[in-house]
């Protein structure tokens, strides 16, 4: 297939194309390499939040307030959700349709699922890859959806501008949250079912958490907002939040060094694959193989043996 129409699609704000090319992102094919040539030059203007926390704090909910904040002010919105389970089937994903429905015939809304298959199958560069189509495609504001459970997830909601982490009462979120190193990602918290009872103790227990960390004075200090995001209660104050980090992170010169980041995340990602294919599979013809049999009978150590083959792999021509 040829990437020039792909691209110009994009480009154009053509959905299709849009859609399509996210499919090509998540099938991880080749011509991904001329896609990415065509787009990436129009990218870097869409900000990026990403919303995490534990299945059922209510992110959909919340994001989907946040795309209603957004069109209220005229900003055209992409959202990822990226699933880790179930990438376009399942319970959870038929309720964010539904959810979502509102925003179906809405042009300046464009909304996507995906499947996570990013760190686990060594594809780290997919979830960067869907942000730079996204952004290309001219969005203002792109939000992305992740299940805060695993370290791959915060990993990708650590991709974005700005990060919110949702806790939720009387899930034990404050303490897990901690524990999954989603905390240290956190730029705004929601407490979000502020309706539900323990929302406040719920809050104490944040408070406490973000005062524990060591800050120097200039260095952002997560806000906290209490949402109750199925009233669309508190999104108004959450927004404020995103645009005080969107000031603060231009200002301190941390938005570029985010956006470094992302890149550093998806070229390692990239140069681990092309390693990787050109190691070749158990049985291919590469010199994997035979030092493998070498280090396997003890005549080479495992170390020398990944020296020779890292000097082997560098010295063929890039990705042909
Ligand atoms: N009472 C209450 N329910 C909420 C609130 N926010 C979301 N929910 C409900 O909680 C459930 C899970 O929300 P969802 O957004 O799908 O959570 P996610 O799994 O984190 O995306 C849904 O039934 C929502 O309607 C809230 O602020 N208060
Ligand atoms: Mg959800």
């Not at 956006?259 to 050109?278: F, K, N, S, Y």
Request: proline content about 4%; hydrophobic content about 45%.
């Amino acid at each position: 297939m040829e990437a020039a129409p792909l691209v110009e699609g994009v480009l154009g704000g053509d959905r299709r194309s849009l859609a399509r090319a996210l499919t090509l992102v998540e099938n991880g094919v080749p011509v991904l390499r001329d896609i990415m040539a065509g787009l990436s030059p129009r990218t870097g203007r869409a900000r990026v939040v990403g919303f995490t926390g534990a299945p059922g704090v209510g992110k959909s909910t919340v994001t989907n307030a946040v795309v209603r904040a957004a069109r209220g002010r005229g900003l055209s919105v992409a959202v990822l959700a990226v699933d880790p389970s179930s990438p376009f089937t399942g319970g959870a994903l038929l309720g964010d349709r539904v959810r979502m429905a509102e925003h179906a015939t809405d042009s300046g809304v464009f909304i996507r699922s995906m499947a996570n298959r990013g760190h686990l199958g060594g594809l780290s560069w997919a979830a960067p890859h869907a942000l730079r189509v996204l952004d290309a495609a001219g969005f203002d504001l792109v939000l992305v959806e992740t299940v805060g459970v695993g370290q791959a997830e915060v990993e990708i909601a650590g991709l974005a501008d700005t990060t919110v982490v949702l806790c939720a009462p009387g899930m034990g979120d404050s303490v897990q949250a901690a524990k999954a190193g989603v905390l240290e990602v956190a730029d705004v918290f929601a407490v979000n079912k502020a309706d539900h009872e323990g929302a406040r103790s719920a809050l104490r227990d944040l408070r406490q958490m973000v005062a524990m960390v060591d800050r120097d004075e200039h260095e952002w200090k997560p806000p906290i907002v209490m949402t109750v995001a199925s009233e669309g209660e508190g999104i108004e104050e959450l927004w404020e939040r995103l645009d005080g980090h969107a000031a603060h992170l231009e200002s301190s010169g941390a938005l570029e060094e985010r956006r470094r980041a992302r890149a550093r995340e998806e070229v390692q990602g990239i140069v681990l694959d092309l390693l990787r294919a050109r190691m070749g599979g158990a049985g291919e013809s590469s010199g994997l193989d035979s030092l493998a049999q070498e280090v396997s009978e003890g005549r080479c150590d495992p170390y020398t043996a990944a020296d020779l083959l890292l000097k082997d792999l560098g010295a063929g021509p890039s990705g042909t």
